[in-house]
């Protein structure tokens, strides 16, 4: 699945990574907005302490906290570019925020936007910076999944894996389309209203 979702990112994004590309410092942005994140993961899961954040009162109040960042966020003036003004501080400070999408209940798509937009990207292009940065961790989810797929050795989930991949491909492809045409036309409000609604069902299941 991780594998459709990725080639869907690559092939939407094809123009855009192929100009990236030939300027090897936005590789290097890539990376720098990855790196805070593995360290923190790593360190989470391997103490257990991410277990202890698995609860529904975590998500509940995530859901809500960063649901009303995300509407401020997006009040934000829109200052710069992408393509000039993705500095590797800018790419440092989206991957710190990334770091919060460890804790359950909060988005990582969500949570980088939001990020772009303090920074004074506008929704479009926090958007493309977001996807941008899934494309590391998707790779390395890709290859694990590929590795585990090897071991078994099964063709009849090799089969199944190719028909899972199309799909997940598929949606995604369309997914990006759809919600990055959306965002151009429309604010944030959307997802702020769903983020509340959500939170608030949860709380309550919680509290009540």
């Known amino acids: 699945l991780h594998l459709g979702s990725l080639i869907a990112i690559i092939f939407y994004f094809r123009k855009d990574l192929l100009n990236f590309i030939q300027n090897k410092n936005f590789l290097i942005k890539i990376l720098l907005g990855t790196i805070p994140i593995i360290p923190v993961g790593y360190i989470l899961y391997k103490t257990g302490l991410i277990n ?12 809500l906290i960063f649901g009303i960042f995300l509407y401020f966020s997006d009040k934000v003036e829109i200052t710069k570019k992408i393509d000039s003004e993705f500095t590797n501080r800018s ?6 925020f990334q770091v919060l999408a460890l804790i359950p209940g909060v988005s990582r798509s969500g949570i980088t936007i939001t990020s772009g937009r303090l920074l004074g990207f506008s929704r479009f292009e926090s958007a493309k910076i977001s996807f941008f940065l899934s494309i590391p961790t998707l790779a390395a989810a890709s290859l694990l999944g ?9 063709t009849e989930l090799n089969f199944l894996a190719i028909i899972a991949v199309i799909f997940s491909f598929v949606f995604s492809y369309f997914t990006i389309a759809l919600f990055l045409n959306f965002i151009k036309k429309f604010s944030l409000n959307v997802f702020v209203i769903y983020r509340i609604i959500l939170s608030l069902f949860i709380l309550a299941v919680v509290y009540l």
């Open 52 to 63: 202890h954040l698995r609860s529904l009162e975590v998500i509940g109040w995530t859901s």
């Open 91 to 96: 790419a440092i400070i989206i991957g710190l």
């Open 146 to 154: 590929i590795y585990n797929i090897y071991k078994e050795g099964s």
